[in-house]
């Protein structure tokens, strides 16, 4: 097994990134703001198959929190994911100081305009120029040839592909599929904080897709009717609030009334406080 | 002499650097809008000294220009200035192209928001903006070590540096001073557009500033009775009108009243349609 680091000073990262790459190593980097679950672990295997050293950087991003968002409640163990890095075999864990990423008379952001105001970004202000400025920060202090981020944050993921491209960052963004539990919730660090009522009720997220899914499978292609549906189902749940239901295309997330080519099916649903988000990607085949 | 290579393509671009930098070159970026002169060649000097290999960027950023301004009438000859970087004995003239650096559907920006909402950027919305971004991405293709700019755009190469330490860019940046003519006038590729009078007249800037030096070594730490003073000069000539004059902390760029540690001193002024600018830096000794 191999030996991991635990690194908190950027410097000291920047440092060490710099050194491997001067030996020829690749290097990965997973970016998670911790409460590690399966999801990550399939990240991480992704960067371990793809290259020689893997950092997984542990951040609790404040930029990417709104002001009556869940900061403060925002699952913290840091001793706990060490434990399950180590095991992971991962070289290193990068957990940096918030006063370090962002100290007092901090100024500089990144943001993609277009692409965060739909969806996520729509609802939570600011949210993606947190995520892009965090992650750009990341990218520049470890030097990454490879990044892997997950696809259960569909947004983001293309939003963090698109930053690579038109700031040239030079990053191969690489992703894996959703991980889910045997009922279909896909795994987040925010289920912990569903009522025992609210998880029974929490499947109807990927029973909608699924249901959506098949309606395109029997040749639907009128994305209000498919929409109409997907609420029916998500409604018969009682602690299940629709926060947004949208179908649009995949490579610019812009809505569509009639299905074609790759489009993103993104929900996000409200159980009480927590807000849950899910979505499948389907290539539509011509009639 | 050195042969120097003239580079369109950002992929090319990026494999060169990454080749030198693999053989353990330093790299040093000069990155300008082209229309070369004087003051960039002391720019270049400063890169040529502490680096290896030196690639001279030349691209007229659509995105730094207000709708308003000179985009369009902006002097270029990219020819002569070819001929002038050979003979400066660069390595690499990078021109990239208006449609690989920004796209179709080009969605990613970097933006200080604080040091960009005075002097020069509260006058230019968004153009700050516009040279950060460019900026990022010049300094993603080229990766440089060391990059030079030059101290006649005092709050670009503040804002600059910020960004650099803010998106843990890793860049060092170094400064040449301003350039001036004999009587004074910085050199500023826009000192072509100036009427024979108005050319006559542009000296007032520096002596303004240098009024403002004269004043302050005589004891002065009263910024409103230094600018009255200031105006006073430059209100003298009829073909010059005031676009701002303001005294401010060069660590925050906020304005101060009463004068102490580092202080900038910028003017701009408009002669006709041509709006110069000018600094200068004070260390203000305790009295």
Same mark, same amino acid.
């Given at each position: 097994?191999?030996?991991?680091?635990?690194? !908190? *000073?950027?410097?000291?990262?920047?440092?060490?990134?710099?050194?491997?790459?001067?030996?020829?190593?690749?290097?990965?980097?997973?970016?998670?703001?911790?409460?590690?679950?399966?999801?990550?672990?399939?990240?991480?295997?992704?960067?371990?198959?793809?290259?020689?050293?893997?950092?997984?950087?542990?951040?609790?991003?404040?930029?990417?929190?709104?002001?009556?968002?869940?900061?403060?409640?925002?699952?913290?163990?840091?001793?706990?994911?060490?434990?399950?890095?180590?095991?992971?075999?991962?070289?290193?864990?990068?957990?940096?100081?918030?006063?370090?990423?962002?100290? !007092?008379?901090?100024?500089?952001?990144?943001?993609?305009?277009?692409?965060?105001?739909?969806?996520?970004?729509? *609802?939570?202000?600011?949210?993606?120029?947190?995520?892009?400025?965090?992650?750009?920060?990341?990218?520049?202090?470890?030097?990454?040839?490879?990044?892997?981020?997950?696809?259960?944050?569909?947004?983001?993921?293309?939003?963090?592909?698109?930053?690579?491209?038109?700031?040239?960052?030079?990053?191969?963004?690489?992703?894996?599929?959703?991980?889910?539990?045997?009922?279909?919730?896909?795994?987040?660090?925010?289920?912990?904080?569903?009522?025992?009522?609210?998880?029974?009720?929490?499947?109807?997220?990927?029973?909608?897709?699924?249901?959506?899914?098949?309606?395109?499978?029997?040749?639907?292609?009128?994305?209000?009717?498919?929409?109409?549906?997907?609420?029916?189902?998500?409604?018969?749940?009682?602690?299940?609030?629709?926060?947004?239901?949208?179908?649009?295309?995949?490579?610019?997330?812009?809505?569509?009334?009639?299905?074609?080519? !790759?489009?993103?099916?993104?929900?996000?649903?409200?159980?009480?406080?927590?807000?849950?988000?899910?979505?499948?990607?389907?290539?539509?085949?011509?009639?």
């Amino acid at each position: 097994m191999s030996y991991m680091r635990i690194i !908190e *000073r950027i410097k000291e990262m920047e440092d060490i990134s710099r050194k491997v790459k001067n030996k020829g190593k690749k290097v990965g980097l997973v970016p998670t703001m911790g409460a590690l679950h399966e999801g990550h672990f399939r990240l991480i295997d992704v960067a371990k198959k793809h290259t020689d050293f893997v950092v997984v950087s542990i951040f609790v991003n404040p930029l990417q929190f709104g002001v009556s968002e869940d900061l403060r409640a925002y699952p913290r163990d840091v001793h706990n994911d060490a434990k399950l890095l180590k095991k992971k075999g991962i070289d290193i864990l990068f957990a940096p100081l918030g006063n370090e990423m962002y100290p !007092e008379g901090y100024d500089a952001y990144v943001e993609l305009p277009m692409l965060s105001s739909v969806l996520c970004g729509a *609802r939570r202000p600011g949210h993606f120029k947190g995520v892009c400025t965090v992650v750009c920060k990341l990218f520049n202090i470890v030097i990454p040839d490879i990044a892997v981020f997950g696809e259960k944050d569909a947004q983001q993921l293309i939003i963090i592909k698109k930053m690579v491209k038109d700031l040239n960052l030079g990053i191969k963004i690489l992703t894996a599929p959703t991980t889910r539990e045997s009922d279909g919730v896909a795994i987040s660090s925010r289920n912990i904080y569903l009522s025992s009522q609210e998880r029974r009720d929490a499947p109807v997220i990927y029973q909608s897709l699924i249901l959506a899914k098949k309606l395109i499978e029997k040749g639907e292609r009128d994305t209000k009717k498919i929409k109409e549906k997907m609420r029916v189902i998500i409604s018969s749940k009682l602690t299940a609030r629709v926060d947004y239901m949208d179908i649009v295309k995949k490579k610019d997330l812009k809505q569509i009334s009639f299905l074609e080519s !790759e489009v993103l099916i993104a929900v996000a649903v409200w159980f009480g406080k927590t807000r849950l988000i899910d979505n499948i990607t389907l290539q539509i085949p011509e009639i």
